[in-house]
């Protein structure tokens, strides 16, 4: 069982919905990002998204794609990116960490050292936007058998013959992306959400989290209320990129997570 397993089934256990919060790792800098990880657990972040600096992001929109320049222009690299979860790890051996991003970093530094040092830092899940199920023997599935869960992307645009092969060899959680777009181009409607949240439900055991277009305390509590959580993540970064106090970020990140657990 991995830390991402164990943290669904305590959740199920409390009757509670999970809060997942993304942020970009190196935004603004090293140390200013690592303080702020290690304030989400206190913030009631169940799950962190950390996402590694890419210089050619396909699903996400201005926000994200700013941080991950930002991140690239103050030395961020995959390294660093692991040594950052490496420090997190130090005092904190239990919020489970998933890393978000894209294969090109990861294919550069070679899947079995990466699935080596990923789990030696501290990683337990793996979102890897441009990999589709059907490139799983690529990095999914040795991912798996190292005891990392992969977790896959399923979108509106995944109708009922698509859905199976997406979830044949997911782990850990389903994540939907609640619009048609990238990250922070619109808002999510959990009118729309509901149904589709039900659908895949229908046909996996896994929890089933959103994310994409969820940026207030009210958007947080709606869309958990139909799905087991919600995911933030542009509306955090743009706290980080206004230059808020660390202190007023993870103020800004407890509304969202309240949010969520009110549901």
């Known amino acids: 069982m991995t830390r991402i397993d164990a943290k669904f089934a305590a959740l199920k256990a409390e009757g509670k919905k999970a809060f997942v919060a993304y942020i ?4 603004p800098d090293f140390d200013t990002s690592l303080e702020i990880v290690k304030g989400l657990p206190g913030a009631g972040v169940d799950v962190i998204e950390l996402g ?18 930002r991140a690239l222009d103050g030395g961020m690299t995959l390294q660093r990116t692991l040594d950052l979860a490496r420090a997190f790890r130090e005092t904190d051996d239990t919020t489970p960490i998933v890393l978000m991003g894209y294969y090109n970093p990861i294919y550069s530094r070679g899947v079995d050292k990466f699935l080596a040092d990923a789990q030696a830092a501290g990683i337990d899940g793996l979102i890897v936007v441009d ?35 997406v979830l044949q060899n997911t782990s850990g959680f389903v994540y ?4 048609t777009g990238i ?38 509590k709606g869309i958990a209320s139909v799905a087991d959580g919600a995911v933030v993540g542009s509306a955090i970064v743009s706290q980080i990129a206004e230059g808020k106090p660390v202190a007023e970020v993870l103020d800004f990140v407890k509304t969202l997570a309240d949010g969520a657990h009110s549901a």
Request: proline fraction near 11%.
């Open 24 to 27: 970009m790792a190196g935004d």
């Open 183 to 220: 990250t922070g181009a619109a808002e999510a409607q959990a009118t729309n959400v509901g149904p589709e949240v039900a659908r895949i439900k229908s046909a996996t055991d896994l929890p089933v989290i959103v994310g994409f277009g969820i940026n207030t305390p009210e958007k947080s």
């Open 52 to 69: 590694l600096p890419f210089t050619d992001p396909m699903a996400d929109g201005p926000t994200i794609q700013a941080a991950g320049q």
């Open 131 to 165: 990999l589709p199920p059907e490139e799983d023997e690529e990095l999914c599935l040795p991912a798996q058998a190292a005891g990392l869960n992969f977790i896959r992307l399923a979108t509106p645009t995944t109708d009922d013959k698509r859905l199976p092969r």
């Open 176 to 179: 939907y992306v609640s619009i």
